[in-house]
């Protein structure tokens, strides 16, 4: 394997540098975007209890805030929902804008990585096949051994980008999918604290 790096050139080190970090983005999203972890199915059932029991104080809003990023958002619904409908809403919706964001951490870079790594990989082949050229053009086509590896680290580094976007790119569409179905799911739970506090109609919260 060492031998097959060194045989890219220097374009391979950009390219290893670039599969570390989505190896590393990719172990760090799968963690943080674990669904039990972002929006736990119980925590609208338990805020219920709270509220029902008369034990929601300013503890608990902060106890909330800090155990998930949808607890986040409930506990800004929460913190302004003796203002009425309209302005918990809004609560929520900038606090669901702020948890987004922090959701959607690093995808942008893992995007661009996945669109260097194979402009990387050509860069190395024109690198290589103008080795090539000028080796002809130098000594003709006697010299095997430089024609040889002219065309190797041309190859080379372009399958090592190709082997480093691939992924990637994997890795982002999934992420941004979990990313979509969490956000789906906490605006379910945040219009369900909604409709409980500031509607006449019956909801029904419950664990799930």
Known sequence: MFDVIVAGGWLMLPIMICSLFVVAIGAERYWSLNPAKVAPKTLLAQVWSWIKNNQLDGTKIRELKQSSPLGRILAAGLSNSKHGREVM?????????????????????????????????????????IKVFTAIMLQGTGNTGVLAGGISEALITTAAGMTVAIPAIILQRYFLRRIDTLVVTMEEEASKLVDALHSDRRVDIKNN
Not at 100 to 122: D, K
């Open 89 to 129: 809403k809004d609560s929520i919706q900038e606090a669901a804008g702020q948890v987004i964001h922090e959701l959607e951490r690093y995808m942008t870079p893992l995007g661009t990585i996945a669109a260097i790594a194979p402009l990387l990989g050509l860069l190395g082949t024109v690198i290589g096949m």
